[in-house]
């Protein structure tokens, strides 16, 4: 089907750089420097500087960035980590797979992790906490960073959805041992496939993730330090990449502004919990890598909307508890297993046009007054 509105518009926003990303993949391919060269260490000094930290390192996934810091912090077997059901496989699949023990805790209505029940959910054997930045909107960093010092717990930010957020001036993955994050297509910044990134201000915990991420190799020696993975981002993703985040202030403040429409088009439907909007308080400023609406109507309207060409996403709707293979079912999550039922993804990308904004609005309020 093709939608008049499609929930990310990749061609679009070629169309609107593609001579500068051509450029950027020729250069690449007539050096013939496709690992672990120039252009990665360019985009990796560039994010790191982007973000206010003082190490970033590239990898092939926002899932392995996660699989790394843990391995990098030292938690294995017999170790707990806290983290939260509303969130991609990933998270707690890392957890699985280094492994550890995922703790699952519930998430407040701004889809993010509840700092209050974090302390309840610690034990002597609890190592770490990754809270995950969703939709675009930090956690309450300074509580959860409160917490963890007290408990003396590591923090590991699964930031994927939240590059460019911030929380009291400071972004996201500046705060925890590491962040991490996704350059999944669909993502604030986006790849034409998979990469990932960890940043951090620790210097040995970059060492290890970069030795980690080569089969264990260390640049410029002989010698390997362990056994490792192939987890590296390759220099053509890193090129294109780093082309984009030039734009990446331009888009976050484009997709505010479509935030700023949508909540002005919609705030007069009762029967629908809007995300808070920008400027609500001070303290965030939410860069709206979803923009997510709940309703109990949520599948008779995502089929509506559809209906009227416009595509949507609907994250997660069997929650992570709820799924057998995973054997997490000890963990009751009631607002986790609302949100699951009620939450439907518009349409949100920086090449949006304010008319097919003002169109998706008009089908939503359309849906309502039938």
């Given at each position: ?241 780093d082309v984009k985040l030039r734009y990446l202030p331009q888009w976050i403040e484009r997709r505010r502004e479509i935030a700023n429409l949508y909540q002005q088009g919609l705030a007069e439907l009762s029967q629908v919990q809007l995300p808070p909007p920008p400027l609500t308080d001070d303290r965030y400023f939410d860069v709206f ?82």
């Amino acid at each position: 089907m093709a939608y008049k509105v499609p929930f990310v518009d990749y061609p679009k926003q070629y169309r609107n750089i593609g001579q500068e990303l051509d450029a950027a993949i020729k250069e690449v391919l007539s050096r013939g420097d496709f690992i672990l060269r120039e252009h990665l260490r360019r985009f990796e000094n560039n994010m790191a500087s982007f973000l206010g930290v003082k190490y970033a390192v590239g990898l092939n996934s926002g899932t392995d960035a996660l699989y790394l810091s843990l391995l990098a912090a030292g938690i294995g077997r017999g170790d707990e980590v806290i983290t939260v059901a509303h969130t991609f496989l990933a998270t707690v699949g890392a957890i699985v797979n280094c492994g550890a023990r995922p703790v699952l805790i519930d998430v407040k209505r701004d889809y993010n992790m509840d700092i209050g029940k974090v302390v309840g959910a610690v034990t002597p054997r609890t190592k770490a906490i990754i809270p995950v930045h969703l939709n675009g909107r930090l956690c309450d960093t300074e509580g959860l960073m409160e917490i963890a010092a007290r408990h003396h717990l590591i923090v590991i930010e699964d930031a994927a959805q939240a590059l460019g957020a911030m929380f009291d001036g400071k972004k996201a993955g500046s705060f925890g041992l590491t962040g991490c994050f996704s350059f999944y297509p669909a993502k604030v910044l986006g790849t034409a496939g998979d990469g990932g990134m960890v940043t951090t201000n620790d210097g040995e915990i970059a060492a290890r993730i970069r030795a980690l991420r080569d089969n264990g190799r260390v640049a410029g020696q002989d010698e390997v330090v362990g056994y490792g993975f192939n987890s590296r981002l390759d220099n053509l993703h890193a090129a294109i990449l780093d082309v984009k985040l030039r734009y990446l202030p331009q888009w976050i403040e484009r997709r505010r502004e479509i935030a700023n429409l949508y909540q002005q088009g919609l705030a007069e439907l009762s029967q629908v919990q809007l995300p808070p909007p920008p400027l609500t308080d001070d303290r965030y400023f939410d860069v709206f890598q979803n923009y997510v609406i709940r309703t109990r109507q949520r599948d008779e309207l995502a089929s509506y909307l559809k209906e009227n060409g416009i595509e949507i996403l609907i994250s997660w709707p069997i929650p992570m508890n709820h799924q057998k293979a995973l054997k997490l079912s000890r963990f009751k999550l009631p607002e986790t297993e609302a949100i699951s039922r009620e939450v439907l993804s518009l349409p949100m990308y920086p090449e949006l046009d304010d008319e097919q904004v003002k169109y998706v609005i008009q089908i939503v309020r359309d849906f309502h007054k039938r």
